[in-house]
């Protein structure tokens, strides 16, 4: 009876979670839990799915103690592959924990368990992961420090190139099997990593093969994802035009996607490119549409960054009012999401504006006439050189993880 | 026309020509993971092996 019932309720549970409802699939799995079973390997798949479950949920901390759970079932039961399995899940989610050395053991046991099992298909998925776990903890440490791609500490290059040789590991056996799609994620991981080491032609070959399996699938989010991918590679190839290209296919996709977060990064990006491109009128109209999604969405962050951005391509127009109260909006921002290294930007930014102005309105040509527009709202003392390091200092206005994963 | 005054502005256009490292909002985009999945049914399949769990299974089918 309790048989019975406990693989009902888990059924139902697989069912809700296949149809992509995992908070429900969850209640059923948990009361399968309280049911109880006999059948250890029946129990061992509600757990495994439980941790699958709460991993898409990103309740890490619970799928950790599943898929945990799930571990220890198999090896009591000896049940080899299963074991396998739950390493490997067990890996993935101590590498979103940011566990990442812990994770490298759990995704070699699936590695090595696969490769005993003669089970190619087990062997090319804990590949996948393993090249995962090492671009986590190579862009981890990476980001600690600021610096362009390609401009890299030892640890993290060296994190970064087992990554990437895991990856062409993985495409070597799922291009044998013939796994179009497994090798469409391994294109996608591997242009990244190229490009976090600098690779810069290396990741466009290898987003671009990307790009072409998200086509002959149709996979529109995918195809998005590459163009994005390409377009920052291209940026860092120096070839603006060819990059906002590809951002203008993002934008395109991110909109027939309706995806208002993924619109404003593009129009963000296409920013950027106009005013590398030193188009400011056309970075201001997109840094104006990134503004009003920003804003719509509630996202700080974004907002003080297309201030901070409207503020600059103002000025490089010689709009110095409308690039005053740009820096004022930034200058507020940042104060309220207390980025200290923002708000320093945004004094620099003010009083340098204000001297401008200050000189502009002047009818004293000589430099005494500095004094008028001594910063009278700005108690921050200014270095000398201080102004030259304005620019520089946007670089600590970098997203943290936290914050991007806001944003996306 | 006032020399200093444009001075002062030519300097700070010129600094507006942000570095890539500024610029770059450092957005890439990832593949999404493959979890390892595993399904009550499998026990189905350990059934027909004959498996300990028969009397579930006649119920089961008494469905």
């Known amino acids: ?408 | 026309s006032q020399p200093l005054a444009g001075c002062q502005a030519a300097e700070l256009q010129s600094k507006v020509v942000p570095s890539k490292q500024i610029l770059h909002s450092d957005n890439m985009e990832m593949e999404p993971e493959t979890m390892e999945t595993k399904s009550v049914t499998d026990y189905f399949s350990k059934l027909h092996m004959g498996s300990l769990v028969y009397s579930c299974t006649s119920k089961r089918k008494n469905k």
């Open chain 1, 1 to 408: 009876r309790m048989e019975a019932s406990c693989l009902e309720l888990a059924l139902e549970g697989e069912r809700l979670c296949k149809a992509g409802d995992c908070r429900a699939g969850v209640s059923f799995f948990e009361a399968a839990v309280q049911v109880g079973t006999e059948d250890l390997k029946t129990l061992s798949a509600i757990y495994s799915q439980l941790g699958n479950a709460y991993f898409y949920l990103h309740e890490y901390a619970k799928a950790l103690e599943y898929h945990h759970h799930d571990l220890t079932l198999a090896r009591t039961i000896g049940d080899l592959l299963g074991e396998a399995k739950a390493s490997g899940n067990l890996g993935n989610t101590l590498k979103v924990l940011g566990n990442f050395e812990e994770a490298i053991v759990c995704c070699q046991r699936h590695l090595d368990i696969s490769r005993e099992l003669n089970d190619k298909v087990g062997e090319a998925r804990a590949l996948y992961n393993l090249g995962n776990v090492y671009h986590s903890k190579g862009k981890n440490v990476a980001s600690a420090g600021t610096h362009d791609p390609g401009e890299l500490p030892d640890d993290v290059k060296n994190a970064l190139q087992k990554a990437a040789n895991y990856y062409e590991e993985n495409l070597t056996i799922v291009t044998e099997l013939g796994d179009r799609a497994a090798q469409g994620r391994a294109f996608g991981n591997l242009g990244n990593t190229h490009y976090l080491l600098g690779n810069f032609r290396s990741a466009v070959l290898a987003h671009e093969q990307r790009l072409l399996i998200a086509k002959e699938f149709g996979d529109r989010s995918a195809e998005r994802r590459a163009y994005s991918n390409l377009g920052n590679a291209y940026i860092f190839l120096g070839e603006f035009e060819t990059a906002s290209e590809y951002y203008k296919r993002t934008l395109q996709l991110a909109r027939q996607l309706k995806d208002r977060a993924v619109e404003a990064q593009a129009c963000y990006s296409l920013g950027n490119t106009y005013t590398l491109l030193q188009d400011y009128e056309k970075a201001i109209d997109y840094h104006l549409k990134h503004l009003v999604i920003a804003q719509e969405l509630n996202d700080k962050i974004g907002e003080g960054r297309a201030c901070w951005s409207l503020g600059n391509a103002y000025t490089a127009l010689g709009n110095h009012d409308q690039a005053m109260h740009f820096a004022e909006r930034h200058l507020e921002i940042s104060r309220e999401v207390g980025d200290r290294s923002g708000e320093l930007t945004a004094r620099l930014n003010l009083s340098d504006l204000q001297m401008v102005l200050g000189l502009s309105y002047s009818t004293n040509n000589s430099m005494m006439s500095e004094s008028h527009v001594v910063d009278n709202n700005l108690n921050g003392t200014r270095p000398r050189v201080g102004r030259r390091h304005s620019m520089e200092n946007m670089e600590l206005m970098k997203l943290t993880p936290e914050k991007v994963q806001n944003w996306n």
